[in-house]
């Protein structure tokens, strides 16, 4: 079945200024995660991000937080379900879908998507909006999650996958975006 905006949320985990530098291609993950909060806010896809101990770690990078529509919610779990505020977020939204980017992927994307996968919700990993320090973590965490049921995705995948066809307002809006 085709990812749907209506029952997806977009997480964006832990985008923060003092880990980014740090990140294995950095720039590129935040132009894709950027690309990916633009074109779902125009599809009405909701939209969460989190911060890991900001006071530690820093706020959510400025080419991300500008874009959000509400403030990153504050987590020390790794695990963000462990969050009250994120589980009452996302389990109140009745969506049932996940997309995910963030880092680390085999710290909290893997955790928060282990726990998704448990809890019944269908995970999408924006694998071009994901990364680690170490490459071997990335592609680590990547598998890990896929053999527990997680899809592997882009975000340009998951952008055309839920326009499903050309010519639409959506779709000329987004476009601009893209190219």
Do not use: W
Not at 68 to 80: A, V
Not at 81 to 110: D, N
């Amino acid at each position: 079945m085709a990812l749907g905006a209506d029952d997806s949320i977009l997480l964006c985990i832990d985008f923060q200024e003092r880990l980014m530098p740090r990140i294995v291609n950095s720039e590129a993950v935040i132009r894709r995660a950027a690309l990916a909060i633009r074109a779902f806010k125009i599809l009405g896809v909701q939209i969460i991000a989190t911060e890991q101990y900001p006071k530690g770690l820093g706020r959510t990078v400025p080419e991300l937080r500008g874009l959000l529509d509400s403030d990153p919610i504050e987590k020390i779990h790794f695990n963000c379900f462990e969050e009250e505020a994120f589980r009452r977020i996302v389990e109140g939204s009745g969506r049932r879908r996940l997309l995910m980017a963030g880092v680390e992927t085999h710290i909290c994307v893997a955790q928060t998507a282990l726990e998704a996968i448990g809890r019944g919700f269908e995970v999408h990993i924006l694998e071009d909006a994901t990364s680690a320090r170490s490459e071997l973590d990335h592609e680590v965490g990547l598998r890990r999650m896929e053999g527990a049921g997680a899809i592997p995705s882009s975000v340009e995948m998951a952008i055309y996958e839920m326009l499903g066809r050309a010519g639409t307002a959506e779709f000329k809006e987004i476009l601009k975006l893209i190219k």
